[in-house]
Structures are given as C-alpha cells and as structure tokens.
C-alpha cells in the first residue's frame, strides 16, 4: 500500500483498518486497507483498497527499500501546487505521486450511510465477500440496540452502448474512478435486524435482540470479526461482574451444540419424563400437559440400546449421551434442530434426571454434573444456512 499524499485527500485516522488477507481462491497475500478520507473534495467516504503482496525471487533483493538509500534529491518533480508556498529552506519534502488504481481494487461504501464512529463498535471489510461488515450500538432510552449492516457489491452487466450508431458495442471506462465503479457494480445494503426501534418489535425480532443484546450484560462493547464470524464482548465488567461473550458465525461449518433450531421461540421444556414412553416428553406451557406426537418404534429401539449401555458401562460416550436426551423427544419438532427444539438446559436437565437413578450412573455421569468454566445464559439460535 501507499501513503496517500495530501493533495490527493485527507484522512480520518480513527477510521484506518490495515491487515493481510489470503485470496480464497488464488491462495495468494493481500493488503486490505479500510479509511475513511476525503476522496477529491467530494465528501468523507470510506473506502477500502486492497492489492497484492509481490514477493522478490531473489534473497538480496529487499522488499522494501531502505529509508537511508533513498536519495537526497526528489524521485520525482514536485507539483505546481499553492501548498508549495508554505515550504521552508530546512523542509526536505518526499513526493510520490499517487498509483494508478482499478475499479476492482477500490471498494467506496455509501457516503450518505457514513455513521459516526462512536456508534460503531466493530467494523470489519470481508475481501472475499468484497462487503463492509459494521456493528451498530443504537442506545435509545436506555436500551442497548446493536445491529449489523453490510454493503456489499457485485458486477453490474457488461457495459455496452445504449443508443445507435453504436448499440451492443463496449465502451471503455470513464477515467474518474467512482463514476467507473458505480458503471461496473450494483451497492447492496442489507440491515439486521430489520427493524431498530425496540418498541415496534415483533415477538421473533425481540427474541434476536434478546441474543443479540443478553439482558443483564449490557454496557461496553468490543470484538473482533473475519471471513466467518463475529465475536464481542458486552457489559460493564465494573467489581468483577462477568460479560457476556456473543458469537456471530456466517459458517456453515460451525455446529455448536444446545442451539435450537429458528423458527419461532420454543414454549416446550423437559418437566419432566412422560408416562406414555412412546410419547414425547415435551411439556407444553401453555397447554399444561405432554406432547402428543409418538416416538417411532425404531427410535424407541435405539433409547433402549442407549440406555443399557450407558449405565453399563463407568464412563460413556458425550455423543451417545446427547443423542440419548434427543430421542425423548419427537424428531422435527422437539428434537435438537427441530421447529421448537428442546434447549440445551432442559436436555442436561434430563440427563441428570436419567443417569444417576440407573445402576452404576452416578460415576459415570461426571461429566454432565461438572460445572462449565462460563456461565451458559442458552440463549444461542441456529438461523440456518
């Protein structure tokens, strides 16, 4: 990357973001390089520019010249520029002049949407998604709001000629460089959660807030973001009091379990096992009584064979386990994964319930009594891919 020169624009450095990347499909380095700057007294806009890392074939060759070895005289003329008259006898001036840039290289997000930067906690500029990832903290009435929002861009059609004489031919670029981004590609803005006012929340849309923003750990925010994920941290932390560490994942790849399934908030939870065993245990809230829906003959097979060999064996198996809890459960709707997935707390609760009563268990369940090293507030969703 180069230092911009101040006659091409002026920079916001609170805004700079400077990092190597791998190109996922060359397998090659990369400088991406995010700032916000007056782009040709246009307004401030951020902009991100992003170029190859040229490694030299030779091992005498330095990449990077030597600040001592440049020479004393100026590489190249200065410009007759009005800021030449501020230069004194003892200034010894260093002019470059800016590179040559292509529209692919140069990714310009929208000026009107520029936010200020305190309502920003984490930004981000995902090269492989040519798209700006911003975290918005949008505090009204003493309610934290954080939201995202991405711009993204992708090619428009081949530039061709509207009109005769010259319809259907391609016309090359115009050489003001933001005119010939916006010709090549189409901005897209998308906001997540739709809807920031947290008083006009439908019910689903306050349940994401809710995961977004847990209840009780509200206040400071930071983190971190790549290719795949976004990680912060929120609440105050003051006299010790523990934060809440929120994982934002774009990876299929990902499978954490206890995350329930997306649809709409879950009512069920485990009260306890169903007297009919080939019913689900879920119990309904609101109705006040059992899941009606049958478990199949072939999973009622399979909880048996679970069940013996966990509790005869000392120590089992954690898969055998979770997949043990599940098939108390309907598939497709109470099951892990399913419409109103059972949460990971009622499911741990079913299997302290269901281990140390068998013969031998108490010891061999250690591993579920075991307290974790975070506090675990189950509030994790699986959105799906």
Same mark, same amino acid.
Request: aromatic residues 12%; charged residues 25%; glycine residues 6%.
């Given at each position: ?7 091409? @624009? ?11 990347? &791998? ?12 700032? %916000? ?27 990077? +010249? ?5 020479? @004393? ?38 000026? *009107?949407?520029? !936010?200020?930067?305190?309502?920003? #906690? ?42 005769? #004489? ?33 008083? =006009?929340?439908?019910?689903?849309? *306050? ?26 941290? /929120? ?6 009091? !523990? ?5 934002? @994942?774009?990876?299929?790849?990902? =499978?954490?379990?206890?995350? %329930? ?5 879950? /009512? ?10 080939? =019913? ?12 009606? +829906? ?52 009622? +499911? ?24 974790? &090293? ?12």
């Amino acid at each position: 990357m180069w230092r911009k020169e101040y006659g091409e @624009s002026f920079e916001d450095e609170r805004w700079t973001n400077l990092r190597h990347y &791998m190109d996922e499909a060359t397998g090659k380095i990369g400088i991406a390089e995010s700032r %916000k700057e007056l782009y040709s007294g246009r307004g401030y806009q951020r902009i991100c520019y992003t170029s190859n890392v040229v490694f030299s074939d030779s091992p005498d060759t330095p990449l990077i +010249r030597p600040i001592t070895t440049m020479p @004393s005289s100026h590489a190249y003329a200065l410009p007759d520029e009005p800021i030449l008259r501020l230069l004194r006898s003892d200034d010894h001036p260093y002019y470059f002049p800016p590179p040559l840039r292509f529209p692919e290289d140069v990714h310009p997000d929208n000026p *009107d949407l520029l !936010p200020r930067i305190s309502d920003v #906690p984490l930004q981000y500029y995902s090269t492989s998604a040519t798209t700006f990832v911003d975290l918005f903290n949008s505090t009204t009435e003493g309610k934290q709001g954080l939201w995202l929002r991405v711009q993204s861009r992708q090619p428009r059609t081949p530039l061709y000629y509207p009109n005769y #004489p010259k319809a259907g031919l391609l016309y090359p670029l115009l050489s003001d460089l933001l005119i010939a981004i916006k010709e090549m590609y189409q901005e897209r803005i998308c906001e997540w959660p739709p809807i920031h006012d947290q008083s =006009k929340l439908s019910r689903d849309l *306050d349940a994401i807030y809710k995961r977004l923003n847990p209840p009780n750990y509200l206040g400071v925010v930071n983190g971190t973001a790549d290719e795949r994920s976004i990680v912060y941290m /929120t609440g105050s932390g003051e006299n010790d009091n !523990p934060r809440a560490a929120v994982l934002m @994942s774009f990876d299929p790849a990902i =499978k954490l379990l206890g995350l %329930k399934g997306w649809r709409r908030e879950s /009512t069920a939870t485990f009260k306890g096992f169903n007297k009919n065993t080939s =019913k689900c245990s879920a119990w309904l809230g609101k109705k006040d009584r059992y899941c009606k +829906r049958s478990i199949i003959t072939a999973n009622q097979k399979r909880k048996a064979s679970l069940l013996q060999s966990i509790t005869r064996n000392r120590i089992h198996d954690r898969d055998e386990a979770e997949e043990l809890a599940g098939l108390y459960f309907c598939n497709g709707w109470h099951r892990s994964r399913g419409r109103y997935a059972i949460s990971s707390l009622d +499911r741990r609760k079913l299997l302290w319930t269901l281990l140390p009563g068998a013969a031998d268990a108490s010891e061999a369940c250690w591993m579920w009594k075991a307290q974790p &090293m975070y506090m675990d507030i189950c509030l994790g969703v699986y959105l799906g891919t």
